[in-house]
């Protein structure tokens, strides 16, 4: 039997099979499962066409009032009410009226952790893999079906090793490694796969730049963006070591695919229009006016960054 990477080792602790490869079509019992304020409606609609009346693990439900808060259209305010009809009516262990960005508050407040599988009505759940957490986009529909039965189908990815060896320049930021990583995939490079990073100046990185890079992995189309768990990420999830040392591939996993960076040869680089994987060195248009500027996105707006 040969090794597993690190997505096929949490999906297994999951479901509890000795082996699986990618392909391979598996039920999973989420350990967590979060919608957001943008979907309260259709998820209280589709659960009550599927005629689910309560949930099957209440306790593991979460839901987050972040995208529509503060409002700016006239029909924002429904998501805050559905979001407390879904509450009340399913019991639902935790609501978050406000509070932040739910792919900050997820590994911040403890509900993705290492190992786990986490599934969330958004594309970039994927930010979880920071911590060693399974995270991953579904749409309202399925999670209905999560909510009533406490299960899902999902299809083992295959994966993808981003190794990255040596020393990051200290004008080079996670943005930049990830971006770099898209402009070498491209849009649809990492269709379905989980992105998995190691390496020496992997494990240099803190627990918000990983999250940072997990966050973008979608922008490739990857279904996960994993980072192995070592001890700043039990600092950063207040929990033993010990009991999260298994959360790493095997030595001898098997990878679709590798791709490999000497971290000294990083520069800064930007996305340019108009798609995600036109990336440029930021020395190439240096002297392109702004008109505006954001800060505080889910991909890295913490304090770190800012």
């Known amino acids: 039997m040969m090794g597993h990477t690190l997505a096929e ?19 999973v019992t989420p350990d967590r499962a979060v919608v957001h304020d943008i ?38 305010p429904d998501s805050l009410s559905y979001g407390y009809k879904l509450r009340d009516k399913y019991h639902v262990g935790h609501f978050h009226a406000s509070g932040g960005i739910c792919h900050q508050l997820i590994p911040e407040l403890g509900y993705g952790k290492p190992g786990e599988i986490l599934l969330c009505t958004d594309s970039h759940t ?19 079906y999560l909510w009533g039965t406490g299960k899902l189908w999902l299809r083992v990815p295959s994966s993808i090793k981003v190794r990255i060896e040596g020393k990051i320049p200290s004008n080079v930021y996670s943005k930049d490694i990830i971006l770099r990583v898209l402009g070498d995939l491209r849009a649809a490079g990492g269709t379905y796969r989980s992105l998995e990073f190691t390496g020496s100046a992997v494990e240099s990185l803190s627990a918000d730049s990983r999250l940072t890079i997990s966050n973008m992995v979608v922008e490739c189309g990857a279904k996960a963006g994993l980072f192995a768990a070592d001890e700043k990420t039990a600092a950063y999830c207040k929990m033993p070591y010990e009991s999260i040392s298994w959360v790493k591939a095997d030595e001898d996993a098997v990878y679709e695919r590798e791709l490999f960076y000497q971290a000294e040869d990083l520069v800064p680089v930007v996305a340019c229009p108009p798609h995600v994987d036109n990336i440029r060195p930021l020395s190439e248009v240096e002297g392109v006016k702004v008109d505006q500027v954001c800060l505080g996105s889910c991909t890295n707006g913490r304090l770190e960054d800012l």
């Open 9 to 27: 080792k949490i999906i297994m602790k999951n479901t509890g099979l000795a082996d699986l490869h990618p392909g391979d079509l598996v039920t």
């Open 39 to 76: 979907y309260t409606k259709s998820l209280y609609e589709k659960l009550m066409e599927m005629g689910f009346e309560k949930a099957m693990y209440p306790e593991r439900l979460i839901i987050f009032h972040d995208h529509l808060n503060p409002a700016c259209l006239p029909t924002d």
């Open 126 to 144: 994927t930010t979880a893999g920071g911590v060693g957490c399974f995270g991953t986009g579904i749409g309202y529909t399925e999670m209905a």
